[in-house]
């Protein structure tokens, strides 16, 4: 699978019930950084850059200081809330474990 290109509802359903040839742990993460790294990366740029702006404008919003990480967390809080409303809509965990990996990056990049 290329990097840039994301995986099919069908062939993700097969994974997860243990039809494919691919582990179901590794797969949804591997997933996680071939989108982060590939077809996001070229769709939207840097999520530092996107979630910088996201977090001035809901700053403003809310009157209070939001960060880049906490996009990126309540972004994957937004996926944890999909997913148990449709457990078996795949790309709400992909999309999540993509977050989480963001958030960290982002908050190493940030001092306490």
Not at 18 to 29: V, Y
Not at 47 to 64: N, Q, V
Not at 87 to 96: E, K, R, T
Request: net charge negative; glycine share 6%.
């Amino acid at each position: 699978m290329d990097s840039d290109q994301v995986i099919d509802q069908e062939t993700m359903s097969e994974i997860l019930r243990g039809e494919a040839d691919q582990a179901k742990r590794g797969h949804i993460l591997l997933e996680a950084h071939d989108i982060i790294n590939g077809c996001r990366l070229d769709s939207y740029g840097e999520p530092e850059d996107s979630f910088g702006t996201i977090a001035k404008f809901w700053s403003a919003y809310l009157d209070h200081e939001i960060s880049k990480a906490d996009v990126a967390m309540m972004m994957a809080l937004l996926k944890v809330a999909r997913a148990k409303h449709n457990a078996n809509h795949f790309d709400s965990y992909i999309d999540g474990a993509a977050y989480i990996a963001l958030a960290a990056d982002m908050h190493n990049g940030e001092k306490d």
